[in-house]
């Protein structure tokens, strides 16, 4: 009897952990696909070029909280959370926390004019892009396991891991929750 | 009920469970990745006439399907910046394009641009290029490549732009030569841009 026991809640233990497992993978919020790509834990070791043309290696960044956004000029659901991005920056960027902007699928002169003429209401007030912009290419895209669609966002650990990532525009509610989460 | 009973039933039930389970994280997971922006259109060609005397001129009609979920910028897309459906023939010698004609797209409003709508293509869109062959085209089968290069997104995110080849058949004649209609279901209908 008590092997039977024994037998039974470890069935249970066991399904009620897979169960939370994976109800927390398929618990993505809507508009934006979430999940832990297996095969990407470490971020990869890439160097972007900024718009000077200088290299911007994403291990630079190393000791900070990393939200790699990969969007381009052309792509209207990029340009839909920019707000978002510009405020988390503002409010975590003292904390540790920074947003690289990979422009992907996109030319220099288009982004360069772009961060510098757009501006973006966030919270009433009209800003300009406030973090740092960086060219994305295919190359890279390659190493963080090709782009499936822009945006994609990833959450990079302070110790350099990919905390996770985000196909599609970031739900806001998720995305500071998820950042807090690192900090 | 028997405890071995009980713990079987238990079990069973733990295992449906499961396996049910990883199906909905299985299926969500897979719903959630976009493909390949050339897998999202399939193309078809046609030729109004067949075959094409020299000096006449002719139409061709490229019907691009969009999957179910996705559209495209149309030609003419809400913004500057976004870019735009086009049609771009790479013309053998003694042929010449006199104009590439493109629907008007429809605005709709998507989640991530909830107040302004966006001027697009979706479902099945027919784009048309008049062409004439000259008297120098060559006599015979030709095949007269075309780019579409288009840039599409679903409801949450973007692909980046592509180009997909596609190709006309024709058959030229000399000039004066018998020639049919062909595929009046498309070509009897007066084209709008």
């Known amino acids: 009897m008590n092997r039977v026991v024994r037998t039974l809640s470890a069935a249970v233990l066991f399904s009620v952990v897979m169960l939370g497992v994976s109800g927390c993978k398929g618990g993505a919020p809507s508009g934006g696909a979430t999940g832990k790509p297996a095969a990407l834990a470490d971020a990869p ?33 990029c340009r839909g959370e920019i707000p978002i991005l510009i405020a988390m920056q ?73 905390a996770k990532r985000y196909i599609g525009s970031l739900n806001e509610n998720q995305i500071v929750k998820d950042v807090e989460g690192q900090l | 009920m028997k405890p071995s009973i009980r713990f079987a039933s238990v079990f069973a039930l733990s295992v449906v469970l499961l396996i049910a389970n990883a199906r909905v994280a299985w299926a969500q997971e897979t719903a959630a990745v ?25 139409q061709a009609a490229i019907v691009v399907k969009i ?34 004609i493109y629907p008007a797209g ?3 409003k998507f989640p991530f641009s909830p107040d302004k709508p966006l001027n697009v293509y979706s479902g099945s869109v027919t784009l048309r290029l008049r062409l ?9 089968a030709t095949t007269i490549p ?18 997909v080849p596609v190709s ?7 000039a004066g030569a018998a020639s049919h209609p062909m595929h009046p279901e498309i070509f009897s209908e007066k084209p709008t841009s």
């Open chain 1, 90 to 162: 503002q409010k975590y960027g003292p904390q540790g926390f920074t947003l690289l902007g990979a422009a992907t699928n996109d030319e220099e002169k288009n982004v360069d004019s772009f961060i510098h003429t757009t501006q973006f209401n966030v919270g009433g007030q009209e800003m300009l892009m406030n973090y740092p912009i960086v060219m994305g290419s295919d190359d890279i895209s390659t190493k963080f396991g090709g782009l499936l669609g822009m945006p994609t966002s990833y959450l990079i650990t302070r110790d350099g891991k990919i």
């Open chain 2, 146 to 163: 075309v780019t579409l290069r288009f840039q599409a997104c679903n409801n949450s995110a973007c692909l980046p732009p592509v180009k």
């Open chain 2, 132 to 140: 004439t062959a000259q008297d120098g085209a060559a006599l015979g």
């Open chain 2, 67 to 100: 999957a179910t979920g996705y559209h495209m910028n149309s030609h003419k897309p809400s913004d500057s910046y976004l870019i735009p459906t086009t049609l771009t023939p790479q013309l053998p010698a003694g042929f010449a394009l006199a104009e590439a």
């Open chain 2, 106 to 108: 429809r605005n709709e």
């Open chain 2, 34 to 58: 976009p493909p390949k922006a050339s897998d999202i259109v399939s193309t078809h060609s046609y030729v109004s006439l067949d075959p094409v005397p020299r000096g006449k001129e002719f």
């Open chain 2, 168 to 174: 006309l058949q024709v058959q030229v004649v000399a």
């Open chain 1, 45 to 77: 070791d890439v160097t972007f070029k900024d718009l000077q043309g200088k290299d911007v290696t994403l291990s630079s960044f190393k000791g900070k909280v990393v939200l790699v956004n990969f969007w381009g000029t052309w792509c209207e659901p």
